[in-house]
């Protein structure tokens, strides 16, 4: 019998939240917090986005192996673009050139990524070869996947602490009105 894993999605939906409620909030240590450079959130956002989408499409392959229909071309349109996509999620993570100070939390997020990507090639070889249930060997890379997540969301939470996204709506507007300037 197939685990279903929705925590993907949830886990990469958090990291998100967390980005974003870290940003806003100041998430400050005990000396303050030094705000996160530009490209620190740049490549923070470049990751959380990858896990969104790499989570997302586990989570939505999931679902459609639930009712496997693979007479439909939907249906197999579908799977083959959602595994496509946690490959390239995967990919993309893995070329990414982390600020040093996010070094250790890019090297736990594309071992993560990793795992889900080894977990996508086999559910592929198994759809090519016209099964369609997520076996064994895949739910222990999920299973793994979901270990490695858990360093990921603690260095993430950890550095957002430290270091909080500036607020964007705090900064001054470049679209001022004609009568700010007389």
């Keep these: 019998m197939r685990r279903t894993y929705p925590r993907h999605l949830f886990l990469a939906g958090f990291l998100v939240v967390l980005s974003m409620v870290c940003g806003l909030s100041g998430c400050a240590g005990e000396q ?7 490209e620190e959130q740049d490549y923070i956002d470049q990751v959380v986005a990858r896990f969104y989408l790499a989570g997302y499409s586990l989570n939505t392959l999931s679902s459609i192996y639930d009712n496997p229909k693979p007479d ?5 349109d579908t799977a083959e673009a959602l595994l496509d996509q946690v490959t390239r999620m995967f990919e993309g993570a893995a070329t990414l050139n982390p600020p ?14 990793g795992h889900w990507n080894t977990a996508a090639l086999l559910l592929k070889s198994d759809y090519d070869a016209g099964i369609y249930e997520f076996s064994e ?3 222990v890379e999920l299973a793994i996947a979901d270990e490695t997540f858990e ?7 950890e550095f957002l602490t430290d270091h ?6 705090s ?9 700010e300037s007389d």
């Design 164 to 169: 909080p996204i500036p607020d964007v709506e």
């Design 151 to 157: 360093e990921v969301d603690a260095l993430l939470n």
């Design 72 to 76: 439909d071309d939907e249906w197999r």
């Design 100 to 113: 040093p100070s996010l070094a250790d939390l890019h090297q736990k997020a594309v071992k993560t990524l």
């Design 171 to 179: 900064k001054p507007s470049s679209s001022g009105s004609a009568d």
């Design 32 to 38: 303050g917090p030094v705000p996160a450079t530009p």
């Design 137 to 139: 060997e895949v739910e």
